[in-house]
């Protein structure tokens, strides 16, 4: 259920690149750098998703980084 729906959002991704090279290239960069950087997050999060068989939790590891951040009582 859920592989189709990663392909899909990777095809989706392509797309987007091929069809807004122009603007984003056209872009201020620090929207050119954080269109690229969600991109790559989202294209990273696919290749874990379907290249290990553990089931990935983005809350827990943003929980995690937080943790390490804020003080806890």
Do not use: E
């Amino acid at each position: 259920m859920i592989k189709p729906l990663v392909y899909t959002y990777l095809a989706m991704v392509i797309v987007v690149l091929v069809m807004d090279f122009r603007h984003l290239k056209q872009a201020a960069p620090i929207n050119r750098w954080l269109s690229y950087g969600l991109i790559g997050i989202g294209i990273g999060i696919w290749m874990h998703v379907t290249t290990l068989s553990k089931t990935f939790y983005v809350t827990v590891w943003i929980s995690h980084v937080i943790q390490r951040i804020l003080p806890l009582p």
